[in-house]
């Protein structure tokens, strides 16, 4: 039993079956602010780490995962996840960050990933619409996908192998004591004596859970704008912000805020974000935005996502709490997953992921 449809859900449940499970995902169809439907969908592996980041291994992985499978998935389903490897572009607007970047090539390099310092010069050549800052950090291999399509190819690809999708909403688990029987869902109850929960920003609003879960909606406001005539597709990061090309138009997001459950747009937010974005392209500085939306990405205190057994319940797995990596790690969280509810042991780099770190008493 996989609760939730989204990203993290639906890459779980489809890599069980792969697996040879039978798998009942259980989701409410169409839930207001899922941050899979609001997402980018960048795949930021290096753009986002930092020296001894745990989630670096883990997004290099989740992004190898995307090139290996994207394919597959369009010949099994017909769906185009829309993978573009483009590279990720993240200019620098001051010397300390132009350091910083400098640094991030360096630590990079020495382990045998691709990654460039670009002077101002070769910005503009490359560029020529961007703000060019003191220079930018390249990250050739990193690219982006479309969230959307994402889901929509993981989830029948699912069902197409046997998984079953329930629509309804599932408000607790089935547990006596230490055993776990299923799934409590507003509209019945589904036996399963495993369950994974990758519900998103909800994941912790379930009942009986063995321990407080601790994982809370963060808010990520977006605008589309139309896209620079004639340039080329691309994705690139500014500060506390990025712009990506989908379709003809141009992504750009996002805020960071704890709001609660609340998906509504605010005009300080958006103010705020397009005035982040046009240091970049500063054609937006008085552009109006062509629509505007928010979604909510499931959050934890220390940024790192929960992945793993409950040690306190037999059969009860998390796949949750992936911030603003939900879409990178989500091919690689749920076939990790689901190699490890096989017998397989979690990789060793995996274990500052570990569901026990939270609340262990």
Known sequence: MVIGGGAMGAATARALTHAGARVTIVARRGTEGEGWRAAAGMLAAQVEAEPEDPIFALG??????????????????????????????????????????????????????????????????????????????????????????????LLADAVARGATLVDDLAVGLDRHGGALHGVIGTAGRYAADTVVIAGGAWSGRLDQLPRPLSVEPIRGQMAAFHWPRKAPPAVVYGERCYLLRRGDELIAGSTMEHAGFDVRTTTEGLAGLTERVAMLYPALRDATPLRTWAGLRPGTPDGLPIIGPEPRCAGLWYATGHGRNGILLAGITGERVAQAIGGEALPEKMTAFRPERFWDW
């Open 60 to 153: 290099v992985a989740g992004r190898a995962f995307y090139r290996r499978e994207a394919e597959l998935l369009r010949e099994a389903t017909g769906i185009d996840i829309g993978l573009e490897q483009t590279g990720i572009l993240q200019v620098a607007f001051s010397e300390q960050r132009a350091t910083a970047f400098k640094t991030k090539v360096a630590w990079q390099r020495q382990q045998a990933y691709r990654a460039d310092w670009l002077e101002p010069d070769e910005v503009r050549e490359g560029w020529p619409w961007l703000e060019p800052g003191v220079g930018a950090f390249s990250a050739a291999e990193d690219g982006s996908l479309d969230p959307v399509a994402l889901v929509e190819a």
